[in-house]
């Protein structure tokens, strides 16, 4: 990104760019998901927390999941085809990896979501800070690798064309509306 005085939020225009600010978004919710574990031992499960549980929830079952559906759905294929022979065992191992972790994240995500929505209903206030790092670690693995291999991988191998269909795409599956 070019530099500049005047600090402008990537756009479905730059998605590469917008991959990467959801990390930084992703991030966000995982501090407040700590901040969350810091607060119910004092407070329970009051309005502040019972908000917090459901922006985080909210988060992680909209964003979170178009997140993967751009990088499984759009950015993988794409990179893979465009990828030559001999480097292409290197990325599909990468690929590989990805796509295993996102299982294993969305198995996370099922057992935390389980949680946050007793305490969005103020049913529970079981969130512990060990259970928290837990996820929070597992995300922070899985961002690092994105961002310090995946996105150099479709930065050098994305074309103009390809990274305009990205941003359609990313666009597209927004407008739709959610399902279920």
């Known amino acids: ?14 998605p590469l760019e ?16 700590a901040r969350l574990a810091a607060w119910l031992p004092e407070h329970g499960a ?27 759905d759009d950015l993988f294929p794409v990179l893979l085809a465009r990828v030559d022979a001999e480097r292409r065992p ?3 191992a ?10 294993r994240m969305f198995a996370a995500w099922a057992q935390m979501h389980e949680r946050l929505a007793a305490i969005a209903q103020g049913e529970g ?16 693995q899985h961002i690092a690798r994105e961002e310090g291999e995946l996105l150099p991988w479709a930065r050098e191998l994305l074309n103009e064309a390809d990274v305009a269909a990205l941003g359609e795409t990313m666009t597209a599956r927004r407008r739709q509306p959610p399902l279920g």
């Open 94 to 103: 990468l690929v590989d990896w990805i796509l295993a972790d996102h299982q």
């Open 18 to 33: 917008m991959l990467e600010a959801c990390h930084g978004r992703l991030q966000g919710q995982l501090d407040t998901l």
């Open 46 to 72: 009051d309005a502040q927390a019972r908000q917090a549980a459901s922006a985080v929830m909210r988060y992680f079952d909209l964003a979170a999941v178009n997140h993967h559906m751009d990088e499984e």
């Open 1 to 14: 990104m070019a530099e500049s005085l005047i600090s402008v939020a990537p756009s479905f225009e730059t």
């Open 90 to 92: 290197q990325l599909q």
């Open 125 to 140: 206030e079981e969130l512990s800070a060990a259970q928290v790092e837990e996820f929070a670690t597992r995300y922070r």
